[in-house]
């Protein structure tokens, strides 16, 4: 789960970590008076979507401006312009895609004088299991490049969990930062911070871009991306409570709420599947014969009949969709439960693309024989290869 700026900003002030006054504005009439309760004399105004290069973004609507989703006022009145310009319309950046996100938040802060910009992130590592720390004096909105070009401008190590995080690690951070003086006192200080705020809240990413040395000499976290590991909000209602359901995916949403895993994708087959690994086998072979899956959807080894209906029509609610392959192998999860949820759900929403199902496993030939006496035009597949030859063949005619 992701959240705003300002809402990590909060976090890290909560923890004692240094970033600027501000305010949130949802309604522009509001954005006047947010401006004034800051000292100026210079202010930014950030539209706040869950997506990263909001200062190269462009607006698609006329009257937005030519400028980004990052603008400076000079004063009050030009801020709370700002703002009004911004709310309502879509911005788009390269993390958002051509579509962009609407903007229905604002976030007006006190400027800061900046001499310096780095770049500082936390992650869990995926190959150590540990959480590791990522910096770089090339930090701002150019930081993509950096790694593309330059990756030997990047330091990356990870933090054994036996020891966590020691000063040691702070100041190799703020050496390969070419940090000095006091700024070297501070990033230990902070580096500690963050380390604490990540594994308290179960962060599995927290990205400060930039990290500022500021004109007085000073380091400030000018901009914070955090990424929560869902699997652990139970344990943190504060966190849940941060969660902006107008910045997923409507599809996705519906499907946390009946417990589904699935991740929407740009192809043009949906995917119904058990299990994970077979799932992601089922996205390979669809590629593997010329077609490109619509979405990773796994059902679980325990569904039922009505969480199978749910899957279904998530499915079909996607019009890039043009073809459907259901592969399920049977073995918590049983293929006549399997069978009774897609007749359900076809004769619930309907059935205008080609449906290719693969059963085999646990009461095989029961679901085989409900959906041939559904008097459903399905198309039978015998295995995984089978299914994913006739439906990109149904698909690509």
Known sequence: MNIHEYQAKALL????????????????????TAAGELDGPLWVVKAQIHAGGRGKGHFKEAGAGEKGGVRLAKSVEEAAEEARRMLGRTLVTHQTGPAGKEVGRIYIEDGSGIARELYLALL?????????????????VD?????????????????DPVTGY????GRRIAFALGLEGKQVKQCVSLM??????????????????????????????????????????????????????SEEDPKELAASKYDLNYIALDGEIGCMVN??????????IIKLYGAEPANFLDVGGGATKEKVTEAFKIITSDDNVKGILV????????????????????????????????LEGTNVEKGKEIIAQSGLNVIAADDLSDAAQKIVKAVKG
Not at 344 to 356: E, F, N, R, S
């Open 13 to 32: 002030r909560d923890y004692g970590a240094p970033v600027s006054d501000g305010r949130v504005v949802m309604r522009a009439e509001e954005a006047k």
């Open 124 to 140: 869990v590592d995926r190959v150590t299991s540990r959480i590791s720390y990522v910096c770089s004096t090339e930090g701002g």
């Open 143 to 159: 930081i993509e490049e950096v790694a593309a070009s330059t990756p030997d401008r990047i330091l990356s190590f990870s933090v």
């Open 166 to 169: 020691q000063p040691f690690h």
């Open 192 to 245: 500690g911070t963050l380390y604490r705020l990540f594994v308290d809240k179960d962060m599995d990413m927290l990205e400060i871009n930039p990290l500022i040395v500021t004109d007085e000499g000073d380091l400030k976290c000018l901009d914070a991306k955090m990424g929560f590991d869902s699997n652990a909000l139970y344990r943190h209602a504060d966190i849940a409570a941060l969660r902006d359901e």
């Open 275 to 284: 299990g994970a690994g077979l799932a992601m086998a089922t996205m390979d």
């Open 327 to 358: 592969n399920i192998f049977g073995g918590i999860m049983r293929c006549d439960i399997i069978a009774e949820g897609v007749i359900a759900a076809v004769k619930d929403v309907g059935l205008k693309v080609p449906l290719v199902v693969r």
